[in-house]
C-alpha cells in the first residue's frame, strides 16, 4: 500500500512539480527517504502542527524534531541537512576572487604573481567595479618590444574582460624595483588611452627585490595609507 502511494506522489511531483502540493505532502514525501516503511503523511501532519509551517520544522532545533514521537536521530539529521542546504542555496553568493582593495593586497599578489621569474614580464590585472581580479593576462616577455604593441595589448585584455578597474605591473629580474624611461612613458600613453575607454588605470607597478613600486604615485611616500583614497577617487 506504501509503495503505490509513494509513486503516485512521485509521479505527480515529476509531471506538476511542487506547486500541485500541499506543505505537508511535500514534507511527507521528503521523509521518504530517511523513513522507507512508514506512513510519513502522518509525521508531516504531526512536525508542521508543532512547529506551525514548513519553514518552522527546517528552523528547529535538532533535539526538539527528535521529541516528535516516530522521529528518530536520524530523521531529524536528514530534516537539518535539507534545511542547511536551503540555506546555503539561498544565500546570496559570494565572490570568492582576489580583491585588492588595498595596497597590502597589491604587493601580496604581485610578489607571488613575479615569484622566482627569472626574465622580464608584463601583466595586465583586470578589476571588476568591487576591486576583484577578473583576469590576469601576460602582455609581453622580455624588457624589448616597442610601448605601442604593449599598450595595444593591455587595451585588449581591459575590454575583453570587461574591466572597471586595470593595474599593470612588470618585474625587474636582479634589478631595482625603480622604473625606466620607457616604463614611465608606457604608463603615461595607458593612463591617456584608459580615457577613451571605460575603465581607470590605478597605477602601474615595478616588482624587484622584494619591493613593488607605484609608478603613478612614485613620489608619495603615504602611498600605501593613501591607496584607498586613491581607488575611490577613481570611481
Do not use: W
Not at 134 to 161: F, M, P, T, W
Not at 166 to 188: F, K, L, Q, R, Y
Not at 211 to 217: F, G, K, Q, T
Amino acid at each position: 500500500m506504501h509503495d503505490g502511494h509513494r509513486k503516485r506522489m512521485r509521479d505527480k511531483f515529476e509531471a506538476h512539480g511542487a506547486d500541485f502540493f500541499e506543505d505537508h505532502e511535500l514534507l511527507e514525501m521528503l521523509l521518504f527517504f530517511p523513513i522507507a516503511r512508514k506512513n510519513t503523511n502522518e509525521l508531516a501532519h504531526e512536525l508542521i502542527n508543532k512547529f506551525g509551517s514548513l519553514r518552522g520544522v527546517f528552523d528547529a532545533d535538532f533535539d526538539e524534531i527528535c521529541k516528535v514521537e516516530g522521529i528518530g536521530g536520524g530523521t531529524a539529521f536528514f530534516i537539518k541537512l535539507v534545511s542547511a542546504i536551503m540555506n546555503r542555496n539561498s544565500a546570496p553568493k559570494r565572490d570568492k576572487r582576489t580583491k585588492l582593495g588595498s595596497y597590502n593586497d597589491v604587493s601580496k599578489y604581485l610578489m607571488a604573481l613575479f615569484e622566482n621569474e627569472s626574465e622580464e614580464k608584463l601583466y595586465a590585472i583586470c578589476l571588476n567595479s568591487s576591486f576583484r581580479v577578473i583576469g590576469c593576462e601576460r602582455i609581453a616577455i622580455g624588457g624589448d618590444g616597442a610601448v605601442e604593441a604593449k599598450v595595444k595589448g593591455i587595451l585588449q585584455s581591459v575590454v575583453r574582460n570587461n574591466s572597471s578597474f586595470a593595474i599593470i605591473a612588470h618585474n625587474h629580474p636582479n634589478g631595482v624595483a625603480i622604473p625606466s624611461g620607457e616604463d614611465i612613458d608606457c604608463t603615461m600613453r595607458i593612463r591617456e588611452t584608459f580615457k577613451y575607454f571605460d575603465c581607470k588605470l590605478i597605477d602601474h607597478f615595478v616588482v624587484a627585490n622584494g619591493r613593488c613600486m607605484p609608478i603613478l604615485n612614485a613620489n608619495n611616500a603615504e602611498f600605501e595609507e593613501r591607496y584607498h583614497e586613491r581607488v575611490k577617487a577613481l570611481k
